[in-house]
């Protein structure tokens, strides 16, 4: 292809859906993070000769401070990269369905051609090679059977 991808979302549906994945995957992640590191240092506060009880008494603001930054940090980088993660693969996908609606309207698209970074370009090549067999296949179908109608015989 020759023109540049263009920025806005090419299979919108496809695309926030799977950036929602990364969104949750991000959230689970961070909230994993979150209670390991709680556990770790509640049990290191509970053995502090003097102060535990002290740290003990802040930790919850503290934790929530920083599991609330974290994800204001995490959620909106993930996001971002999983909507231009998902640009390799909703692009070929939206390339799939234009070059079989040309084959369905009867029109020659030519071969399945994807930009050269994009996912699926095995499909694509998959794609070409699978159409020029079944065309193949039906020129030498039309070649090697005759046409069976006869044209019809006018009698005098």
């Known amino acids: 292809m020759k023109h540049p991808r263009r920025k806005k979302l090419i299979k919108p549906g496809l695309q926030m859906r799977l950036v929602v994945v990364f969104g949750c995957v991000a959230c689970a992640m961070v909230l994993v993070q979150a209670i390991m590191l709680n556990h770790t240092l509640m049990n290191v506060f509970r053995r502090l000769p003097n102060d535990g009880p002290l ?6 603001g503290i934790l ?8 204001a940090l995490v959620v909106p980088i993930t996001l971002g990269i999983g ?20 084959l369905i309207a009867g029109r020659d698209p030519g071969p399945c051609r994807l930009r050269k970074d994009d996912e699926l370009l095995d499909l694509a090549d998959l794609i070409t090679r ?27």
Request: aromatic content about 10%.
């Open 83 to 102: 909507i231009l993660a998902t640009f390799k693969i909703a692009g070929p996908l939206y390339r799939f369905e234009q070059h079989f609606k040309e």
């Open 130 to 156: 699978g159409i020029e067999a079944v065309r193949a296949d039906q020129n030498q179908t039309v070649v090697d059977e005759p046409d069976q109608a006869e044209p019809e015989r006018r009698v005098a």
């Open 55 to 60: 740290i003990l008494e802040e930790w919850p």
């Open 64 to 71: 929530t401070g920083s599991v609330l930054v974290t994800f």
